[in-house]
């Protein structure tokens, strides 16, 4: 079983930075996908960013590209979301999920073990 356990929320100033961590234990074969969600008070989940963590390949949500960045740390089972130039519409709670299937896609079907989120306040 894989339990992604997430780190890393806070609130920050728009235009601010922060780093989200998310490890998760288990076998690889579970995490071939690793993604980032978030959801907003009376919104729907969306995905952000997803990784490959067999082959690196990233993906990202058009809302995001060019200001977020996923990457892995494959020795310590961990992934991050390093998030720049933060804006308040970026305020959720954002949640690292697993997913054992690929290609990796941002939506959250197929995504099968998520962790309890951290939240993310970015105020103007």
């Known amino acids: 079983q894989v339990q992604p356990v997430e780190s890393g929320g806070d609130s920050v100033q728009a235009g601010g930075s922060l780093r989200l961590s998310c490890a998760a234990s288990?076998?690889?074969?579970?995490?071939?996908?690793m993604g980032w969600f978030r959801q907003a008070p009376g919104k729907e989940r969306e995905g952000v960013a997803a990784?490959?963590?067999?082959?690196?390949?990233?993906y990202y949500a058009d809302s995001v590209k060019g200001r977020f960045t996923i990457s892995q740390e494959n020795a310590k089972n961990t992934v991050y979301l390093q998030m720049n130039s933060l804006r308040p519409d970026d305020t959720a709670m954002y949640y690292c999920?697993?997913?054992?299937?690929?290609?990796?896609?941002?939506?959250?079907?197929?995504?099968?073990?998520w962790g309890q989120g951290t939240q993310v306040t970015v105020s103007s």
């Open positions: 288990g076998d690889a074969h579970s995490r071939n996908c």
């Open positions: 990784i490959n963590t067999g082959g690196g390949n990233t």
């Open positions: 999920a697993t997913d054992p299937g690929l290609p990796c896609v941002l939506e959250a079907q197929g995504y099968n073990y």
